[in-house]
């Protein structure tokens, strides 16, 4: 007996909600059809695409992908972080519906971004870190809040943009972890839902001559969208934390997450948003004052005063060290300025504590480093 084609036995797969429980894999593995380009199909005909995304958005997350959410809310929990530093998680819900990931490979026309082990929805932290950019970029009333050039000489001043969110000098000082699908609160119970995008002149669209008419055929776009709640956690110097957290829940607010967002999609209510509609806003509504509020500013300054700047290149040497070079670096760190010193050795507790060095409190550089920041 000849072996089946892998077509041919896709052929012979049903769909079953309660059976398939990884949307990614449905998706991307098992197209049942894929039209040729200049196919016609019956009007009466749901295109395959269509078919396909709707029997994904029927899948449910998985029983196990349960645990693995409070699996990782407790380990985020549990990171030990530098004194000054804290950690701080929120849940942000879609008003509507969020398109994370549209411009990825896939086997559609438009991707969504998945997790690869799960196959449920979940938003990059690159991206939530981009739109809280965006935000202080383009709103932001403060020059210090405009984004930094690509190239920066070493001697270019330090603005309040570069050190929260860092540029290509230096790291910036809050981490944004992604953001994960929270289990059961999509629409309907849901975690995926169809969509379409209908294009009425696609001929002109694509530089014809001939004018749009009411006549053209209308061509529709399916794709596929995430809803429900996810999970947002932030990591850093606690004053910097609190002005991070300000911004982003302004920026899911106003500017929203992933694409489509000029059409409504991506728009997130973080927990924190009226407070921080409250403390960033003029009774009219506009943005005032927002970077008055961030440590580096001048009018922040007398109350808080501006976290120090370590230079991009010790903080390389410390994110590349082990535990054998790692105490190496201290001749390096006592050479710093004074208000360089205290950020560069929590650098280094930081990462001694991930690299897990042994008998780490015992060690004669690292009491040393733990009285410089206690200081």
């Avoid at 739109?131 to 405009?146: G, K, M, S």
């Avoid at 994110?319 to 050479?335: D, V």
Wanted: hydrophobic letters at 40%; charged letters at 20%.
């Amino acid at each position: 007996m000849a072996d089946l084609s892998r077509r041919t036995a896709l052929d012979t797969i049903t769909f079953s909600p309660t059976e398939v429980q990884h949307a990614g894999l449905w998706l991307d593995r098992l197209l049942p059809k894929q039209p040729a380009q200049d196919e016609k199909l019956a009007t009466e005909t749901l295109h395959p695409h269509a078919q396909h995304i709707q029997e994904a958005a029927r899948i449910r997350e998985a029983a196990s992908y349960q645990r693995f959410y409070e699996r990782s809310a407790a380990a985020l929990a549990s990171i030990a972080q530098p004194t000054g530093y804290a950690l701080r998680s929120g849940i942000a819900a879609a008003r509507g519906r969020i398109a994370v990931g549209l411009g990825s490979e896939s086997v559609l026309e438009n991707a969504i971004t998945l997790h690869r082990i799960y196959g449920v929805p979940y938003i990059p932290g690159s991206a939530l870190k981009g739109v809280a950019a965006a935000f202080a970029h383009q709103r932001l009333e403060d020059a210090t809040w405009r984004r930094p050039d690509l190239v920066i000489t070493r001697e270019a001043p330090v603005s309040a943009h570069e050190i929260l969110f860092g540029s290509t000098r230096s790291a910036g000082y809050v981490t944004f972890y992604d953001a994960l699908y929270e289990p059961g609160s999509g629409q309907q119970g849901r975690m995926l839902a169809p969509d379409v995008l209908t294009v009425h002149h696609q001929d002109y669209y694509k530089g014809s001559a001939t004018p749009p008419a009411d006549w053209d055929s209308p061509t529709p776009i399916h794709f596929i969208t995430a809803t429900g709640s996810f999970r947002v956690t932030l990591a850093g110097p606690a004053a910097w934390l609190a002005t991070a957290w300000q911004l982003l829940a302004l920026a899911l607010d106003e500017l929203g997450v992933g694409g489509k967002t000029a059409a409504g999609y991506g728009r997130m209510d973080l927990e924190g948003l009226d407070e921080a509609r409250g403390q960033c806003r003029a009774p009219h509504g506009e943005v005032q004052h927002v970077a008055n509020q961030a440590p580096a500013t001048p009018a922040a300054q007398a109350q808080n005063p501006p976290v120090a700047v370590v230079p991009a290149t010790f903080t390389m040497q410390v994110q590349k060290s082990n535990a054998g070079s790692l105490p190496n670096l201290m001749s390096q760190l006592r050479q710093l300025a004074p208000e360089v010193q205290v950020a560069a050795a929590q650098q280094m507790i930081a990462h001694a504590r991930a690299i897990k060095v042994k008998n780490l409190e015992e060690k004669a550089w690292f009491q040393e480093l733990q009285r410089m920041v206690a200081v």
